[in-house]
């Protein structure tokens, strides 16, 4: 038994009933750094750290003496003054007449569990890239603000932060160099806001601020726009790399947008949605009228992505409309535009406009762009074998389209399957796509180019661009957007834009289309403005595939055809 007392590796302090020490082992001295003469005769009250309440020790004395034993956390001091966390157990040892005649305590040191445990809870509460909270930390922290905010009656905002195009950056300069974004942009957040504010990051590129305390909206719009200059006013430095951060942001606010932190997060997503397609690097207050909007959409994709899955050779929801294009010189045509259509059985027929946002915004553009493309060639290698020649179709692509390596691979396979040569097609770009990531699209258009394909870009004069900047494109055609050809007429501005525009991609090379033509006198006006090629109602709809070969076959050119 002596063996055992002196060669536990815990250590074992032993009083008798006045609590005096009688008895310590090797283990200890070790931990407490008393030797047993130092020790010896005293009360372990000694040991007392000072951070334990008179009440605690009342109800430790009271377990031992009227249970039999305790045990717990507790804090001691050792001899070199410092305080240190143990597991201490007491027991009382009773004698025959069953009186108290010991005390035995043993304990080990629990220092390394307490750090170790709370490494864990840091873990397991934050985002190890930003040190930020987590969605998990978030959670309870915005519970604990609205108890705290409902008490006074006072308002909670929460801000959903989700930054533009972030996938752009990862994709095209790797993981490493999104994450220092991540970092620089949780930097910036926390600068931006009091210290008793919560700034979380939920995951990915999504962050979310907590403003408890909050008097009025304006106070909250005050922030968020703080929040959004300090995004994306100045570039961020990482490595040798300029980057642009700007965020969309939705706010909901506690109690009128919701009374628990899940409605308000679902409410600020939202909105947040609503910033993104407000253009992106703004910020929006939720309102109930939104969540209809978002079902609607919701609704939508979900409708999309069936469509898309219910694809077979024989069979497919979508189809194609061709609108034929007019060369003004000699009322020959020369090209057919290729649109969607698709048709739903519960929600009827779906603009293009409605559902082409949708899919480029899901992804989903890829599969239906690699329909759209070969369902466009499998119809050119049809038109041409009912005889119809001496005209290109044009493809609408999309800008995720070309962000994807594999679409020169596309265009070549269906070209090789209906064997048709690069002139039979063209390509239609938005001016905004072009102005995207101008070296990847850049190297895509050029091998698509480099194929022989004619590209055109579409909705000139609706995006940024420059001419300047569009020469550097190998590009041949500029579709002037429908809205100027619109009020070519009546609105002088729009008549001088048209009229620089044809002017300027003359100097450059490039052929003119107008869209949109639906009236003798704006055709007159285009004729006069020296544009090349018209498309529009004043020629014909787009029509399905078979209507348009009867029209394609009925259709006798005149000078200044209409
Ligand atoms: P877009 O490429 O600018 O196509 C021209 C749009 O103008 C078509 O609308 C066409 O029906 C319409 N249009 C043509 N002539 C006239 C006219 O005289 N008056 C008026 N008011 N409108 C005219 P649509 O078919 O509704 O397509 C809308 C947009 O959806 C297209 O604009 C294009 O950006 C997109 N889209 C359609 N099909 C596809 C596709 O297969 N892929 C992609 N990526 N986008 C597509
Ligand atoms: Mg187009
Ligand atoms: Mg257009």
Known sequence: MRRIFVQCSEAILVTDRDNRII????????LSGYSAEEVIGRNPRMFSSGRNEPA???????????????????????????L??????????RDNENRIANYVATFADIGERIE???????????DPLTHLPNRLSFESQIELSIRACERDHKQVALMLIDLDHFKMVNDTLGHHVGDE???SVANRLRDCVRASDIVARLGGDEFVVVLPDIDCAMTIASIAGKVQRSLSDSSHRVGPH???ATPSIGIAIYPGDGRDGETLLRNADTAMYHAKSAGRNNYQFYAKHMNAAAAARLELENALREALSSITPTHSPFTLHFQPQVRLSDGQIVGLEALARWRHPQLGEVPPGRFIPVAEETGLIQP?????????????RHFRDCGLHGFRVAVNISAQQLRHENLPSVVRGALACYELTPQDIELEITESTAMQNPELTLSILNQLSDMGIVLAIDDFGTGYSSLAYLKHLPIQRLKLDRSFVQDIETDQNDAAICSATVAL????????VAEGVETSTQRDFLARLGCDTLQGFLYSKPLPADRIVEYLRSYRPTRLNG
């Open 23 to 30: 008895a310590v082992n090797a283990a200890f001295s070790q």
């Open 56 to 82: 605690f020790y009342a109800e430790m004395w009271r377990a031992i003496n009227e249970d039999g034993a305790w045990s717990g956390e507790i804090w001691d001091r050792r001899k070199d003054g410092n």
């Open 84 to 93: 240190y966390p143990i597991w201490l157990t007491v027991s009382a040892v």
């Open 116 to 126: 170790a445990s709370n490494q864990l809870l840091h873990l397991a509460y934050h």
């Open 181 to 183: 974004l991540l970092k």
């Open 242 to 244: 300029t980057l642009y």
């Open 368 to 380: 239906l762009g690699d329909w759209v493309f070969w369902e466009t060639c499998r119809n050119v």
């Open 505 to 512: 991609g003359h100097n450059l090379g490039l052929e003119l």
